[in-house]
């Protein structure tokens, strides 16, 4: 839990110490003390934290190990004397708490940590802004199994990746994200087969015109049993059982289809489909998306494939082929979660792309915070540098829509206009706000 009562200046040594622990250790010490008689409440909690680069230090690097330091730092100036982590991973942290009043203060622990983590800093001389979001499990609640507890802080970590606060305490109805344990995969390959995944559509508003232009195809499934699976749900189990690249293929072909629906209505809008890093190894990637285009008979120009930054600067000469290859057939490419990546401006001028989509957490954050207004401001003044155009997600107010207009966005899509619909319900949409 959170120490209130002691500033991080007056901790002594032997406390910033002993909070840290090796996986094996804090698993032990996790066992240990749901094993110990009494009432009070422990809770697990599972950290990812995902690191965000902005534009203004992205020409330099920091090494992972000055990051983990840092967060070392952090969470030693919290904790009390009681509480232990350990890194799980580069960006992964399990905390447990031990000896709570009550587990609604661990509610409290993950605000506080969220609060400092989200602060920017200097690591290596560059600064460095992270992504964290914290998944929370209970005892005695949930289970007095330790696996148990830190498998369901795991999905509460992903289900809180989601979601505006940042964190997430699971619950019993959270139990279906447990599937993608225990057999999920399998059934994600009957519901490819079967036909029984869904593709929605959010649109994507010229901010001008106030006109549907575009949709983004967005990945929802409804399982047997009226089981709503989380899309990050799908798309992890997805990669790490191979399926990835199928379920990709069907995606675009699914998307493609309903777009040729569109067009027949009258609808002549254009369709951004997401590519997975997996699949751009694939060299026949060109070839299956002019087979799709052909298939369906939608215009090449009418289709957008969304690649994230991260993806082209790690393996950029053969992503630069690959894009190259996909910009020949005509279609669109646009850079998804533009500002978080680890590119030196120098290789924008190489991407063969039209678009730079800014990613979510600074346009949910514009309004609060100076340095995210400045940083969407230069992005939209790269893109117009380079003829490339700009769209803005997670648009959920008037106020929000007004500064990226005045900005100068081109696009935006969000809650303020329209959720993610099915194909049905975007044709009602559209014809309602054309």
Not at 62 to 74: A, E, G, M, P, R
Not at 154 to 169: K, M, P, R
Not at 382 to 400: I, W
Request: charged residues 20%; contains cysteine.
């Amino acid at each position: 839990m959170i120490d209130h009562s002691t500033p991080p200046s007056h901790q002594s040594n032997d406390t910033v110490t002993q909070h840290k622990l090796t996986h094996y250790q804090l698993v032990n010490f996790l066992r240990n003390e749901i094993g110990k008689a009494g009432t009070s409440a422990t809770t697990v909690l599972i950290i990812k934290v995902r690191r965000a680069k902005r534009l203004d230090a992205i020409i330099g690097d920091t090494s992972t190990q000055s990051i983990k330091d840092y967060v070392d730092q952090c969470l030693d100036s919290l904790l009390r004397d009681a509480d232990r982590y350990a890194h799980f991973s580069d960006e992964q942290i399990c905390l447990v708490l031990s000896s709570l009043a009550n587990n609604a203060q661990s509610i409290l622990a993950a605000i506080k940590i969220l609060s400092e983590l989200h602060k920017p800093f200097i690591a290596d001389n560059y600064p460095v802004t992270l992504r964290p979001h914290i998944g929370i499990a209970n005892f005695p609640e949930l289970s007095r199994d330790a696996g148990q507890l830190l498998m369901y802080a795991d999905i509460a970590s992903d289900i809180a990746a989601t979601n505006e606060q940042g964190y997430h305490v699971y619950q019993p109805e959270d139990q279906i994200a447990t599937e993608a344990y225990s057999g999920l995969d399998i059934e994600l390959g009957k519901a490819i087969k079967a036909n029984e995944l869904q593709v929605h559509y959010q649109p994507q508003i010229n901010i001008q015109t106030g006109r549907c232009v575009s949709a983004e195809a967005l990945i929802r499934w409804t399982a047997p049993g009226q089981r709503v699976i989380y899309p990050g749900t799908i798309i992890s189990t997805a990669e790490n059982s191979g399926l990835i690249n199928i379920l990709t293929i069907w995606i675009l072909n699914t998307a493609l289809r309903h777009t040729a629906a569109f067009l027949k209505v009258g609808i002549d809008i254009g369709i951004s489909v997401n590519l997975p890093p997996k699949i751009l190894e694939d060299k026949e990637l060109p070839q299956i998306v002019q087979q799709a285009l052909n298939l369906w008979g939608v215009p090449a120009s009418n289709l957008t494939l969304e690649i994230t930054e991260s993806l082209i600067i790690t393996n950029f000469e053969s992503s630069l082929t690959m894009l190259s290859k996909l910009r020949e057939l005509g279609i669109r490419l646009s850079i998804d979660d533009f500002g978080t990546g680890y590119s030196s401006l120098a290789y924008i001028k190489r991407f063969p792309v039209q678009e730079l989509k800014i990613d979510i957490l600074f346009v949910r954050n514009i309004l609060k915070s100076r340095k995210d207004e400045q940083l969407v401001r230069t992005i939209i003044d790269l893109a117009k540098n380079f003829n490339l155009s700009t769209v803005a997600e997670g648009v959920e107010d008037q106020e929000t829509f007004d500064l990226l207009r005045d900005l100068g966005c081109d696009l935006v899509q969000g809650f303020l206009y329209s959720r993610a619909l099915s194909d049905i319900d975007f044709v009602n949409w559209y014809r309602h706000h054309t």
